[in-house]
């Protein structure tokens, strides 16, 4: 059974860097899109962006010249970047597997993470 | 960025009794290569991650009992729990990926009455 466990700070000030970590166990993280998707408390959901097993990635418009996502397959983990952050920025962060029932990233998300909150305050 | 709308916004049902709420894309999720709807429904908890019910607008994901059913088409689409059970209380979320970047309605809030 896949699992993915997100870490990294609870805490980071405004205009800092969010550094979050998703660890996938029991299944390998190549040849498939990891995506980090957001919630803030009592809110809808917001996709960040996804990244591909082979390194190549895909952010949101609305977050793109914030964001950075790096995957390193050796360790079966991904990683999110989000700079010069603000209040709004709080919110769960979950990272989670696109579903292999394409050949590209058209699938939903059929693993999640438990999701960590981030809360953006000096 | 495709919109969308979910409706309505809360809803409360008897135990037993049927459930059913919307969602609206501002645009076709429908591929005519492969005949597909590229529509997610998702359930959420407190304190939890959604969970994948029914991806392709009408496909029940593995585990997913079947009293869960969604249906429709291009932009019009709507999950039914056919007989509500006290687990099922929990805000529903519909998803496309159709295109990029995938968006989610707002969520429907499942109660019961």
């Not at chain 1, 970590?21 to 803030?40: D, H, L, M, N």
């Not at chain 1, 292999?100 to 999640?112: A, C, K, L």
């Not at chain 2, 590229?38 to 304190?47: C, F, M, N, R, V």
Request: proline share 6%; charged share 15%.
């Amino acid at each position: 059974q896949v699992q993915l466990q997100e870490s990294g700070p609870g805490l980071v000030k405004p205009s800092e860097t969010l550094s979050l970590t998703c660890i996938v166990s029991g299944g390998s993280i190549s040849s498939y899109y990891w995506s980090w998707i957001r919630q803030p408390p009592g809110k809808g959901l917001e996709w960040i962006g996804y990244i591909f097993s082979s390194g190549s990635t895909n952010y949101n418009p609305s977050l793109k010249s914030r964001v950075t996502m790096s995957v390193d397959t050796s360790k079966n983990q991904f990683s999110l970047k989000l700079r010069s952050v603000a209040a709004a920025d709080t919110a769960v962060y979950y990272c989670a597997r696109h579903a292999p029932y394409t050949s590209g990233w058209y699938d939903p998300f059929d693993y999640w993470g438990q999701g960590t909150l981030v809360t953006v305050s000096s | 960025d495709i919109v969308m709308t979910q409706s309505p916004d809360s809803l409360a049902v008897s135990l037993g009794e049927r459930a059913t709420f919307n969602c609206k894309s501002s645009q076709s999720v429908f591929a005519s290569s492969n005949n597909k709807n590229y529509l997610a429904w998702y359930q959420q908890k407190p304190g939890q991650p959604p969970k994948l019910l029914i991806y392709w607008a009408s496909t029940r994901e593995s585990g997913v009992p079947d009293r869960f059913s969604g249906s429709g088409s291009g932009t019009d689409f709507t999950l039914t729990i056919s007989t509500l059970q006290a687990e099922d209380v929990a805000v529903y979320y519909c998803q496309q990926y159709y295109n990029t970047p995938p968006t989610f309605g707002q969520g429907t809030k499942v109660e019961i009455k």
